[in-house]
């Protein structure tokens, strides 16, 4: 079974500054996609960005990035220019995609790390 | 316009009642799943359907049952809740399984307190 650690439970950043998320899982499949989801205090999970363990190239989306690193299971996500609106609890997320099985598309997460952007 | 929704939103009950939590996505997805997020944050897969067929079933006990009576809903039916059963439902919906179609949208959440 596929198993996520997020490592930081508690995370803080300046405004304006940059932060990294560490995130490493565990799996025997070559082939997933991983994704990283959002909980503000509203608590709807959003989704952030989302990564092909086949494309080599790192996801980007406008300030969201990772560092995608498949030989060391480690999928980490980097938030540029901090903003108030970043504050949030931060999940990453496994999921297979090998057909079939019992727990084919399901999402695993990680423990989740909380983030606070200081003004 | 709201893509997956959740109803209700808050639920407050006794131990040993029955409630059901209503989920409705209008994306045109063909999988739809329940998860369960529990006091500590931490989010577990509970079901998922595929055009109204059960795929996963995660160990839940028998007294969560969910009912997808078309391929916009999925229901969660609770029967004798206990205290353990207070956390986070998320419903949340896929296109559908297979590969490129992969993203999963969720509710908002139907937060339960068994009292």
């Known amino acids: 079974a596929q198993t996520v650690t997020q490592s930081q439970p508690e995370m803080s950043v300046q405004e304006a500054e940059t932060v990294t998320l560490s995130c490493t899982y565990d799996?025997?499949?070559?082939?997933?996609?991983l994704f990283w989801y959002k909980q503000p205090p509203s608590r709807q999970m959003i989704l952030v960005i989302r990564?092909?363990?086949?494309?080599?190239q790192n996801a980007t989306e406008n300030r969201f990035s990772v560092n995608f690193q498949k030989a060391a299971k480690s999928f980490s996500l980097k938030i540029s220019d901090s903003q108030l609106g970043d504050a949030a609890m931060y999940f990453c997320?496994?999921?297979?995609?090998?057909?079939?099985?019992?727990?084919?598309?399901?999402?695993?997460f990680g423990q989740g790390t909380i983030l606070t952007v200081h003004p | 316009d709201t893509a997956v929704s959740q109803t209700p939103k808050y639920l407050v009950t006794q131990m040993g009642n029955d409630k059901s939590i209503k989920c409705e996505q209008n994306?045109?997805?063909?999988?739809m799943y329940w998860y369960k997020q529990d006091s500590k944050k931490f989010l577990k897969i509970m079901f998922s359907?595929?055009?109204?067929?059960?795929?996963i079933n995660e160990t839940v006990p028998n007294r969560f049952s969910p009912k997808s009576p078309d391929k916009a809903h999925l229901n969660l039916h609770i029967n004798s809740l206990e205290l353990g059963d207070s956390a986070v439902y998320f419903c949340?919906?896929?296109?559908?399984?297979?590969?490129?179609?992969?993203?999963?949208?969720f509710g908002p959440g139907t937060r339960l307190l068994v009292l």
């Open positions: 949340a919906s896929s296109q559908n399984l297979q590969g490129g179609q992969e993203t999963q949208y």
């Open positions: 799996t025997s499949e070559s082939d997933y996609y």
């Open positions: 990564q092909e363990a086949y494309k080599q």
């Open positions: 997320a496994y999921r297979s995609i090998n057909a079939g099985g019992t727990s084919y598309g399901k999402l695993t």
């Open positions: 994306l045109g997805h063909d999988t």
């Open positions: 359907y595929n055009n109204k067929e059960l795929i």
